[in-house]
C-alpha cells in the first residue's frame, strides 16, 4: 500500500475504530490461546511433541492448524470447529424437513435468526462430543492420559473430568463470541 493509504486509514474516524476494535479482538484471542486448560499434564504434551513418529507429526500438524492452541492445550484448542459442524448440520437438515425449509422460505429473515440461535445451542453438544474425542486422541497419542487424574465421567474423576470438558466448551463459545 501507497503511504498515503496508509495515512487515510488512520485519519478516518470510522476505519481507524473498525481497525482498533478488530486489533482488541485479536489481542484477547491471542492472550486466550495461552490460557491453558486446567487438569493437564504438560509434561505428558510435550513428549508427545517430541516423540517423533506419526503421533508427533499429527500433533505438529494439528498444532499449526490451531494456530498454536494445542501445543500448550488451551481453553481454545478446539477453536470454533464444533459452531461450524452445528452450522454445516442445521444446513443439510433444512431440505430433509419440509417444515424447517417452509420456516426459512415463507419469511427468510426469521428463519436466518432461527438457524443462528440453533446453530449456538446445538454447538454445545458437538462442543462437549470433540472435547472428549481430543482428550481421547491425544491420550492415546501419549500412551496414557494427558490429564493429571484419568479421565472417566464416573467416581472420583468425574469433576476433574467434566472440568477439563466445561473449560474447553467455554474456550469455543469464547471463540464464537469474539467472532
Do not use: C
Not at 492452541?69 to 459442524?85: D, K, R
Not at 449456538?120 to 492420559?145: D, E, H, K, R, Y
Not at 472420583?156 to 474456550?171: E, R
Amino acid at each position: 500500500m501507497k503511504r498515503s493509504a496508509w495515512r487515510y486509514l488512520w485519519t478516518s474516524q470510522d476505519i481507524r475504530k473498525k481497525l482498533l476494535i478488530t486489533l482488541l479482538l485479536l489481542i484477547l484471542y491471542r492472550l486466550a490461546a495461552n490460557i491453558p486448560v486446567p487438569g493437564i499434564d504438560r509434561a505428558v504434551l510435550a513428549t508427545i511433541a517430541t516423540s517423533g513418529g506419526a503421533g508427533a507429526t499429527l500433533f505438529g500438524l494439528l498444532d499449526l492448524l490451531s494456530g498454536g492452541t494445542i501445543s500448550n492445550f488451551s481453553i481454545l484448542a478446539m477453536g470454533v470447529y464444533p459452531y461450524i459442524t452445528a452450522q454445516i448440520i442445521l444446513q443439510l437438515l433444512v431440505p430433509i424437513i419440509p417444515a424447517l425449509e417452509r420456516k426459512i422460505k415463507d419469511n427468510p429473515r426469521e428463519g436466518q435468526k432461527w438457524m443462528e440461535r440453533w446453530t449456538v445451542i446445538l454447538t454445545v453438544p458437538m462442543a462437549l462430543l470433540s472435547a472428549i474425542g481430543q482428550i481421547n486422541i491425544f491420550s492415546q497419542l501419549a500412551n496414557g492420559s494427558i490429564l493429571t487424574t484419568p479421565f472417566s465421567l464416573s467416581g472420583s474423576a468425574l469433576l476433574p473430568s467434566m472440568t477439563v470438558v466445561a473449560s474447553m466448551i467455554a474456550g469455543t463459545m469464547f471463540g464464537i463470541w469474539l467472532g
